[in-house]
T-cell receptor, first 114, second 113 residues
Framework: DTEVTQTPKHLVMGMTNKKSLKCEQH?????MYWYKQKAKKPPELMFV???????INESVPSRFSPECPNSSLLNLHLHALQPEDSALYLC?????????????FGPGTRLTVL | GQQVMQIPQYQHVQEGEDFTTYCNSS?????IQWYKQRPGGHPVFLIQ?????EVKKQKRLTFQFGEAKKNSSLHITATQTTDVGTYFC?????????????FGTGTRLTVIP
């Protein structure tokens, strides 16, 4: 199984809502990533988990809260988002998180904040 | 901060023509990766280059890493409609050895049948 799955595919939320994005992989990878991608722009790294510990936080606002319950799952909890947070949120995984790892991306969650 | 620029930003080619995208980093990279993202899709890994001056081929695709490890190119021979998408180069953001990829600006390829 070489697939990274993400749910939901689409999400519309108000600025006062709390929602969560979910990501799952069963490739035995020990590193998982969250990226944000605005339209016609490259993906931007948000968080990196390595062996279930947060190893990189790219100065992301606290209204985004990542969680890694186990080595196969990655969540992104959303609270009090702004309309400018509307974007495609991509999850990825790689073997160990080492600098030469190949990253496998999921299909993404397209988020709209009203 | 680190910058990774790709040129051109957009390219329209007739099917069968060749295509090249260039990637230039403001810093030396330990390795460079190339990804393809189809319209409405997600990035898919194509290849990784590690050595200075390295050249790798995948069928009609040729990838090159510059001698100074600050630039790279992707050349597609005889484009097909299946080549449509945005091509991104990406490299580690720093020298820590972590896989914290910094993506280039991307080149969007359109192939006219």
């Amino acid at each position: 199984d070489t697939e990274v799955t993400q749910t939901p595919k689409h999400l519309v939320m108000g600025m006062t809502n709390k929602k969560s994005l979910k990501c799952e992989q069963h490739m035995g990878h020990r590193a998982m990533y969250w990226y944000k991608q605005k339209a016609k722009k490259p993906p931007e790294l948000m968080f990196v988990y390595s062996y279930e510990k947060l190893s990189i936080n790219e100065s992301v606002p606290s209204r985004f809260s990542p969680e890694c319950p186990n080595s196969s799952l990655l969540n992104l909890h959303l609270h009090a988002l702004q309309p400018e947070d509307s974007a495609l949120y991509l999850c990825a995984s790689s073997l160990t998180g080492g600098g030469t790892d190949t990253q496998y991306f999921g299909p993404g969650t397209r988020l709209t904040v009203l | 901060g680190q910058q990774v620029m790709q040129i051109p930003q957009y390219q329209h080619v007739q099917e069968g023509e060749d295509f090249t995208t260039y990637c230039n980093s403001s810093t030396t990279l330990s390795n460079i990766q190339w990804y393809k993202q189809r319209p409405g899709g997600h990035p898919v890994f194509l290849i990784q280059l590690v050595k200075s001056g390295e050249v790798k081929k995948q069928k009609r695709l040729t990838f090159q890493f510059g001698e100074a490890k600050k630039n790279s190119s992707l050349h597609i021979t005889a484009t097909q409609t299946t080549d449509v998408g945005t091509y991104f180069c990406a490299g580690p953001k720093d020298q820590t050895g972590a896989n914290n990829l910094f993506f280039g600006t991307g080149t969007r390829l359109t192939v006219i049948p």
